[in-house]
């Protein structure tokens, strides 16, 4: 009993593994085609959607495609373009976004070529940007930058000047004040926030303009006044960061103001509160 039995046993199991098989094959014919294309152009391989190959009737690639995936799917099937595989992927970008940015590697005329290859019509060369010209575009604006930035900070060094020039001429109108009211050139020390032009206010632009003292411009501002610079001290005081800056100025003939020449005129020009104690 038991030796006529497996001779049946096999029977069954072999018809289901036909069965088996057979489902496996009609379930892989009912698939459809594969949802990807792989594309071998010039050795470089490219996995592409379909559905954007298909979305260009009339080009070698959907001609191709059409072909070789009629009724079922095979993810493993290639196919071969006879094409620059580097230059492809400027293909596709052409396709998906209708419009290509290219390196300097890579001539616009190239990429028209492949595209007229791969039967494209109404290629609109306009959306294809060359890298040469994107190129001279970016050396221009490079120059562009570089002469904006060199305006821009002779622009900060007038303006500095200027402002500068402006301490200078407040400084300088204080002293000559200073000395029309006197009427003589006997050295005499003030605070300059004792005169309406109270230039107390000014406190770090004269620190400033001391600082980095420009001898020209303080002349330039003083000769106006009939005064000229001979020399500059400063005296620190003892409230901190408080100083006065002693000048002293010779009287020039230009102003018309009845005064001997060669003689010294010392002012000091502070930049403290007033009131302040201070030592030499």
């Known amino acids: 009993m038991a030796t006529t039995a497996k001779p049946a046993i096999t029977s069954i199991a072999g018809r289901k593994e036909g069965r088996r098989s057979k489902s496996a094959?009609?379930?892989?014919?009912?698939?459809?085609?594969?949802?990807?294309?792989?594309?071998?152009?010039?050795?470089?391989?490219?996995?592409?959607?379909?559905?954007?190959?298909?979305?260009?009737?009339?080009?070698?690639?959907?001609?191709?495609?059409?072909?070789r995936w009629t009724t079922r799917a095979d993810d493993d099937t290639m196919i071969f373009i006879d094409r620059n595989g580097d230059r492809f992927q400027y293909v596709l970008d052409y396709m998906r976004d209708n419009e290509v940015h290219l390196p300097l590697s890579v001539p616009k005329a190239a990429i028209v070529k492949d595209l007229e290859f791969l039967g494209f019509t109404?290629?609109?060369?306009?959306?294809?940007?060359?890298?040469?010209?994107?190129?001279?575009?970016?050396?221009?604006?490079?120059?562009c930058e570089a002469l904006y930035q060199k305006e821009l900070e002779l622009c900060h060094r007038t303006v500095q000047r200027f402002q500068k020039k402006i301490t200078y001429l407040n400084i300088?109108?204080?002293?000559?004040?200073?000395?029309?009211?006197?009427?003589?050139?006997?050295?005499t020390e003030f605070y300059l926030g004792d005169y309406s032009l109270n230039l107390m206010t000014l406190k770090d632009e004269i620190n400033s303009a001391f600082d980095n003292f420009d001898r020209t411009l303080f002349d330039e501002c003083l000769i106006i006044h009939g005064l000229k610079y001979v020399s500059h001290r400063p005296i620190e005081l003892r409230t901190p960061?408080?100083?006065?800056?002693?000048?002293?100025?010779?009287?020039?003939?230009?102003?018309?103001?009845?005064?001997?020449?060669?003689?010294?005129?010392?002012?000091?020009v502070s930049t403290a509160e007033p009131g302040s104690d201070f030592r030499k």
Not at 122 to 143: F, L, R, W, Y
Not at 173 to 182: G, I, Q, R, V
Request: aromatic share 6%; proline share 4%; net charge neutral.
């Open 172 to 187: 300088a109108h204080a002293c000559f004040l200073s000395y029309s009211k006197c009427g003589h050139l006997l050295s």
């Open 122 to 143: 109404n290629i609109d060369t306009n959306s294809i940007h060359d890298g040469a010209a994107s190129a001279e575009a970016a050396t221009q604006i490079a120059k």
């Open 25 to 67: 094959s009609n379930d892989k014919e009912n698939h459809g085609p594969s949802l990807t294309v792989k594309l071998d152009v010039g050795g470089t391989v490219y996995k592409v959607s379909r559905s954007l190959i298909e979305s260009f009737p009339g080009t070698m690639p959907a001609k191709l495609v059409s072909k």
């Open 241 to 268: 960061h408080a100083i006065w800056y002693n000048l002293s100025l010779t009287a020039v003939q230009s102003t018309g103001i009845d005064h001997p020449n060669h003689h010294v005129l010392s002012h000091c």
